[in-house]
Nanobody, 124 residues
């Protein structure tokens, strides 16, 4: 069984930064679609960012986070990071990492692997 383990969430003042990490128990593929989602109670899950590992220029960000969030990965290719800067209170949510092998790497596509979620709280 492959698991994605998330960390890095917490509380931060508005305008601050957080770095979320997502580590797979094993490497799923050398080229892998990895993504971040978030969900607020009472709202539908929202795609935040998606990227194909080892392909530059393919990362896509939601309009609400463009210029502030950056997705990246570690050298081992089994660790995903989401750098979150200039955080406003509206970014507060439970953030989930996800991974998929195959497909078109779009947030609306199915993702077979999910992290447990990590809470991000931004205070004004």
């Amino acid at each position: 069984q492959v698991q994605l383990v998330e960390s890095g969430g917490g509380s931060v003042q508005a305008g601050g930064s957080l770095r979320l990490s997502c580590q797979a128990t094993r490497t799923l593929a050398r080229t892998l679609c990895m993504a971040w989602f978030r969900q607020v109670p009472g709202k539908e899950r929202e795609g935040v960012a998606v990227a194909l590992i080892d392909y530059d220029g393919t990362t896509k960000y939601a309009d609400s986070v463009k210029g502030r969030f950056t997705i990246s990965h570690g050298d081992a290719k089994n660790t995903q990071y989401l750098q979150m800067n200039s955080l406003p209170p509206d970014d507060s949510a439970i953030y989930y990492c996800a991974a998929a092998v195959g497909g078109a790497c779009r947030p609306e596509d199915p993702f077979g692997y999910w992290g447990q979620g990590t809470q991000v709280t931004v205070s004004s």
